[in-house]
């Protein structure tokens, strides 16, 4: 138990569909971020959320829509994606802005066909 | 810009060695460093966090060192196992929201 819960944890989508990825975290962090892994890249951060408010969107493309609607749940809503944005997509919370470390959950593999 | 390398890419070893992992940045202003382990497929696993003012912490058979100066940063694991078999991932982080910065991974493994 990462105290991170992603669900879900795999999850196949055609190119027109709308689905959303949902991250819990259970350690009093007030801090949330989104990861994107891509074969063979290292870990790029997506979005971060601090206290509810989004404080940093790291030229994300707009088929990628965050939401935090409190400080342990964060989401990431997903449509009209593109095969190139088949990718492991990771969770994070930290005490911000994360001097003590960072907890990752365990990511959801995404493929779009 | 802070960057971070690891140092070897990938690592073969047999059951039982002690190895050494390589982690450096260019920017010494840090106020941590933190070691992950990422299994294939898997999301990361925190295994060690050394603030700046720390020169090294243990967990188990891990041991992680910081000479903040001189950028770099050492994660040894004492008489390796299959199980050790994973990507290590070492990160920097220098303050703000976009500040952990990770390198690009040890992918080891420990073959019986």
């Known amino acids: 138990e990462t105290g991170v819960t992603q669900t879900p944890r795999h999850l196949v989508m055609g190119m027109t569909n709308k689905k959303s990825l949902k991250c819990e975290q259970h350690l009093g962090h007030n801090a949330m971020y989104w990861y994107k892994q891509s074969a063979k890249k290292p870990l790029e951060l997506m979005f971060v959320y601090s206290l509810e408010e989004r404080v940093e969107n790291n030229s994300v493309p707009s088929r990628f829509s965050p939401e935090c609607p409190n400080s342990s749940h964060l989401f990431l809503h997903l449509h009209t994606l593109q095969p190139e944005d088949s990718a492991l997509y990771l969770c994070a919370s930290s005490q911000s802005p994360g001097a003590d470390g960072y907890t990752f959950g365990s990511g959801t593999r995404l493929t779009v066909v | 810009k802070q960057e971070v390398t690891q140092i070897p890419a990938a690592l073969s070893v047999p059951e039982g060695e002690n190895l050494v992992l390589n982690c450096s940045f260019t920017?010494?202003?840090?106020?941590?460093l933190q070691w992950f382990r990422q299994d294939p497929g898997k999301g990361l696993t925190s295994l060690l966090l050394i603030q700046s003012s720390q020169r090294e912490q243990t967990s188990g058979r891990l041991n992680a060192s910081l000479d903040k100066s001189s950028g770099r940063s050492t994660l040894y694991i004492a008489a390796s196992q299959p199980g050790d078999s994973a990507t290590y991932l070492c990160?920097?982080?220098?303050?703000?929201?976009?500040?952990?910065?990770f390198g690009a991974g040890t992918r080891l493994a420990v073959h019986p």
């Open positions: 990160a920097v982080f220098s303050g703000g929201y976009n500040k952990l910065i």
């Open positions: 920017d010494s202003a840090i106020y941590n």
